[in-house]
Nanobody
């Protein structure tokens, strides 16, 4: 499975970005897709996920109300729409594919065997 994340960039606080993650070698409809981020000097953290069963979403508290994860299975692509961005959202964002079906494990990176290369998001104040 190969995942290709894109859509990062530089945006002012309050702005929006949409990240995309295109998959090849695996049908996304059979995968729980997660978004994680890692800021300089910090550990990688969970942001959002779209469950493989039904496509329902789960969000970190920091993302609730501002970010929306969605998928377009026909294009084998998952998206992360990020609105009302804050400087603290600055990080490298990674997409990942796994099989978790429960909220307790969907936030944990070891449950995602496949990872994209990351895309940089920088939010200026």
């Amino acid at each position: 499975v190969q995942l290709q994340a894109s859509g990062g960039g530089l945006v002012q606080a309050g702005g929006s970005l949409r990240l995309s993650c295109a998959a090849s070698g695996r049908t996304l409809s059979t995968s729980t897709m997660g978004w994680f981020r890692q800021a300089p000097g910090k550990e990688r953290e969970f942001v959002a996920a779209s469950f493989r069963s039904g496509g329902s979403a789960f969000y970190a508290d920091s993302a609730k109300g501002r970010f929306t994860v969605s998928r377009e299975n026909a294009k084998n692509t998952v998206y992360l729409q990020m609105n009302s961005l804050k400087p603290e959202d600055t990080a490298v964002y990674y997409c990942a594919a796994g099989t978790s079906l429960i909220s307790t494990t969907v936030t944990m990176s070891p449950f995602y065997p496949y990872w994209g290369q990351g895309t940089q998001v920088t939010v200026s104040s």
